[in-house]
C-alpha cells in the first residue's frame, strides 16, 4: 500500500479522496491555487503545495506544476479525482515517466475511451448497443449528410470531452452550420479539439450509467446502475439508485454490456458506462468516463463499497475480492447536487461568501462538501458547493427523507439551487419515476422556484 498520495484536484472531491486516504493509514498531499489557499481540503491534508495562480490553466491543470508537488514530496501515487486532468493521457504518462502511479485507468485506455467517436467503435467491436450516428468525427458537410440520413432532431457531440459542454441539439437543416460552429468553437475552448460527431436524439430518453471496478488480476466487478436523467443543459442535478426505469433482465443486460466492454478494452480502476434507455426499453452506450463520477456516493449508498478506498487499493495492486455483480444491493440512495447558481437567471453560476452553512443532520443523509461558514466561492471553477445524499428502505421513504433533508439545509449567502431540487423531487413525475432527460425543458415553468424564469 501507498505511504504518502497527492491529490490533484479541489473541492468537495478533494476533501472526500483525503478522507479516505487517512482512513487507509496513508498521508494526503494537498495542492491549491491562491485562491485556495483557506480551503478544508489544504486544512486536512497532511501537507499542501502551492502550484499557481487562480486560472485552473495555470494550476490544477499545469501537469508541470503538479508533478514537481509530487516529486517534492515524495509521492508515490496521484489521485486526480474528477474533472481537470483526471481523464488526461498525457498526465498519465507524465506520472509514469516519473514513477508515479496514477489512480485510475492506463493512459491507452484512457485516450482511446477520451476519444468519443473511438469509444463507440470501440464498444461496436464489444458487441455493445450503440446509438445511430456517425462512426467517427463528422466535418461540417458530413455532419449535414449525416442528419439528413438520420433524421432530426439530431445531437452534435464533442469528440474529445463531456460534462455538456460542446454539445448541441439541432432540429432542423437550417439550423445545422450555426449549431455546429457553437458547439466546435466551445469544444476547443474546454478540451482544446473542435471535433465533433452525430448522433440520433432518442427521445423520450433515460439517462443511465453503470458503475464498473476491474482489477489488474482480471476481476471485472459491475456495481448497480445509477440514473441521472434530471439535468440542466446536459449537466445532472439529480441521480438515485436503484433506477425506477430499470426491471432485472434490462439491468442484468446493461451489467452484461459493461462487463464485455471491460474486458474487450482492458479497462482498470472505477469507471462508469453512461447509456440512454428508450421508451422501448432499449438502451445504447453513450460514453465512458474512465474516472470518478460526481455521483459515486449513490452507488456506494446501496452496495456498501467504498469506490475510493477500492480505487486507491487496485492502485497499489491489490485484488477485488471477486468479479460478477456487486451485491446484496439495498434499499433506494438520492443524490442532489447543490449549486451556487441562480435560477432564476438561467442557472448562471453565482459567486460569493457563504455567510451561512447548516447541513441537515439525521439518520441517512451525508453532505459531501468543501465549504463552511465564511467559505468564498470563487468565480474560477465549478458552481457544485454540496452533494447530499439520502439512503432509505424504499424510493417513497428516500424522496421523503430527500426533501426533509433540503429544508433542512441552510445557505445564506449566494443563490443556490436547493428550492429548485425541492421542486422537482415532489414534482408528479419524479414521485412516480416517470420523467426523463427532457424534464426541465417540460416542466421547469410549473416548478414555483422557476416561476417566470425563461
Known sequence: MFERVLVANRGEIAVRVIRALHELGIEAVAVYSTADEHSLHVRLADRSVRIGPPAAADSYLSIPALIAAAETTGCEAVHPGYGFLSENADFVRACEDNDVVFIGPPAD??????DKARAKAEMRAAGVPLVPGTEGVAAPEDARAAAEELGFPVLLKAAAGGGGKGMRVVTETGGLHDAYQRASAEAQAAFGDGSLYVEKVITPARHVEIQVLCDQHGHILTCGERECSIQR????????SPSPALDDELREEMESAAERACEHIGYRNAGTFEFLVGPDGSFSFIELNARLQVEHPVTEGVVGI?????QIRIAAGE???HGGRAGPRNGHAIELRINAEDPSRGFAPAPGLIERFRPPLGPGVRVDTFVEEGTTITPYYDSLIAKLIVVDGTRRLAIERARRALREFEIVGVPTTLEVLDD?????EFRSGEYSTSFLEEAGARLPALAGTS
Not at 233 to 240: A, M, P, V
Open 319 to 321: 485484488r477485488l475480492a
Open 233 to 240: 443543459r446536459h449537466q445532472k442535478l439529480i441521480e438515485e
Open 424 to 428: 422537482i423531487v415532489d414534482s408528479d
Open 109 to 114: 485506455v484512457m485516450e482511446r475511451m477520451g
Open 306 to 310: 467504498d469506490i475510493v478506498r477500492q
